[in-house]
C-alpha cells in the first residue's frame, strides 16, 4: 500500500512552454501534497505545500505564478511550470501524506529538461 | 543556516565495512525520518523515529534518535555494494507535517 505515482516520468520541452505534471496517491486519500526540486546530488528543496479544497502554501523564494499548484481532489495535485526555462531543468518530486498519519510517502520523481 | 546538519556529505567505502552518517540540529523535532534514494528515483522510507533515546534496526541498519529528539545517527556495518545511494534525514517540527531535510550523504560502496 501507500504507492504514489507521477506523470510524466521525464519530459523535454522548449523555452517558454509550458509543463504540467500530476501527483496521484493510488491507494490512500491524501489532502495535503507536497512538492520538492532537486538538483544533482543534492538534497530535496520544498517548494510548496499543496491541499485539496484550498490554495497552495509556497515556499520563501519560490514563484507562485510560474509554479502552479492545483489539488484538485484527494488523490490527485498537479503541479504546472509555467514559461519554462533551461534553469527550471531539474528532479521534481511529489509526495502524499496520509490523513491519518505523518508519513509522506513520495512518488518516482519527473525529471524536466528544458531546452 | 542549515536546520540539520548531515555528514558526512560524501563517503567511499569497501564492501564489509562498517560506517555511521550523522544527522545533528540545534531544533526539537517530533519526529525524524531517514530515507535511501536511488539516482532518477524518489526517496523510500527506511524509519521513523519518534522516542528520545530510540533504537531502531533494520538488518544491518540501526537507527538512533538522541535522547534530546534534536539529533540522530545511521550506522550500517559491513556495508554492500547494494547499499550505495543518497541517505537523507528528515525532521518534523510542527504540526504542518513540513518535512526538513538534511543535506544528504552520497554513500558508495566498492567491491
Known amino acids: 500500500g501507500a504507492v504514489v505515482s507521477q506523470h510524466p516520468s521525464r519530459v523535454i520541452c522548449k523555452s517558454g512552454t509550458s509543463v504540467k505534471i500530476e501527483c496521484r496517491s493510488l491507494d490512500f486519500q491524501a489532502t495535503t501534497m507536497f512538492w520538492y526540486r532537486q538538483f544533482p546530488k543534492q538534497s530535496l528543496m520544498l517548494m510548496a505545500t499543496s491541499n485539496e479544497g484550498s490554495k497552495a502554501t509556497y515556499e520563501q523564494g519560490v514563484e507562485k505564478d510560474k509554479f502552479l499548484i492545483n489539488h484538485a481532489s484527494l488523490t490527485l495535485s498537479t503541479l504546472t511550470v509555467t514559461s519554462a526555462h533551461p534553469e527550471d531543468s531539474s528532479f521534481y518530486i511529489c509526495?502524499?501524506?496520509?490523513?491519518?498519519?505523518?508519513?509522506?510517502?513520495f512518488g518516482p520523481g519527473t525529471r524536466l529538461l528544458v531546452l | 543556516t542549515q536546520l540539520l546538519e548531515q555528514s558526512p556529505q560524501f563517503l567511499s567505502i569497501q564492501e564489509g565495512e562498517n560506517l555511521t552518517v550523522y544527522c545533528n540540529s540545534s531544533s526539537v523535532f517530533s519526529s525524524l525520518q531517514w530515507y535511501r534514494q536511488e539516482p532518477g528515483e524518489g526517496p523510500v522510507l527506511l524509519v521513523t523515529v519518534v522516542t528520545g533515546g530510540e533504537v531502531k534496526k533494520l538488518k544491518r541498519l540501526t537507527f538512533q534518535f538522541g535522547d534530546a529528539r534534536k539529533d540522530s545517527s545511521l550506522h550500517i556495518t559491513a556495508a554492500q555494494p547494494g547499499d550505495t545511494g543518497l541517505y537523507l534525514c528528515?525532521?518534523?517540527?510542527?504540526?504542518?507535517?513540513?518535512?526538513?531535510f538534511g543535506k544528504g550523504t552520497l554513500l558508495t560502496v566498492n567491491p
Open positions: 528528515a525532521g518534523i517540527r510542527g504540526s504542518n507535517y513540513k518535512l526538513t
Open positions: 509526495s502524499a501524506l496520509q490523513d491519518w498519519g505523518e508519513t509522506q510517502y
